[in-house]
């Protein structure tokens, strides 16, 4: 496990653990490794949204949204 990895999971056990219900998180779609991070931790992407905000350039820059809720979260990381 690369190290985001290990700190986006403990982040969502923390999260998880003091009551939230579900966390969602967005990347810059030319972001493949963050992405890839959420997939790793088990969220599901659920909506690109391509005009998000300007950089400082001007230019616009597409988010992609992922989400998992506890109990999906716990499904997944059942001790096996």
């Known amino acids: 496990m690369g190290i985001m990895t290990e700190a986006a999971t403990a982040v969502l056990e923390y999260l998880f653990a003091v009551g939230y219900k ?11 490794g963050s992405g890839r991070v959420m997939q790793k931790i088990g969220m599901t992407e659920y909506q690109t949204i391509p005009d998000f905000i300007f950089d400082k350039d001007g230019r616009v820059i ?3 949204c992922y ?3 506890k109990e999906e979260w716990l499904a997944k990381n059942k001790i096996k």
């Not at 969602?24 to 779609?29: F, G, M, N, T, V």
């Open 22 to 32: 579900y966390i969602s998180s967005a990347h810059d779609a030319k972001n493949i």
């Open 62 to 64: 597409e988010k992609v």
């Open 67 to 69: 989400k998992i809720s």
